[in-house]
């Protein structure tokens, strides 16, 4: 199950751990990314809470804590090659995982119709 935020995070749900990354769009509007600060593992996230950075050439943005839970792993490859989120940011380019606390707050995020009509 694949869902997105307002602030144009995604996540893919497999059992209570979710993949979250950012979507195409947020990394289209980036351009290219040169640095990537991922959270640490165990770390407790509160939904909306700044949860990695991404730099580019741009700007740097907040990643935000889609929902509430602890990370379970972190993409060193992003951290180590930061253009792979913007080669391939619904994939290879994920930047952690988290074990969320409550699995059915995914219901409360956009699905994939919703967030192409907020990216527009």
């Known amino acids: 199950m694949l869902k997105f935020t307002e602030a144009h995070e995604w996540l893919k749900l497999e059992g209570d751990i979710a993949t979250v990354g950012i979507t195409a769009h947020a990394a289209e509007q980036l351009g290219d990314l040169v640095f ?3 959270p640490k593992v165990g770390a407790s996230l509160t939904k909306g809470e700044a949860a990695a950075v991404v730099e580019s ?3 740097a943005s907040d990643v935000y804590a889609p929902l509430d839970g602890a990370v379970t792993e972190v993409n ?3 951290a180590a ?3 792979t989120v913007g080669a391939d940011p619904q994939g290879a ?3 952690y995982r988290m074990r969320l606390s409550d699995p059915a707050a995914m219901d409360t995020l956009m699905d994939e119709a919703a967030y192409a009509e907020l990216a527009k």
Do not use: Y
Request: glycine residues 6%; charged residues 25%.
């Open 36 to 38: 990537v600060e991922l």
């Open 76 to 78: 060193e490859a992003v």
């Open 93 to 95: 380019g994920w930047l």
């Open 57 to 59: 050439v741009k700007a």
């Open 81 to 83: 090659a930061p253009e």
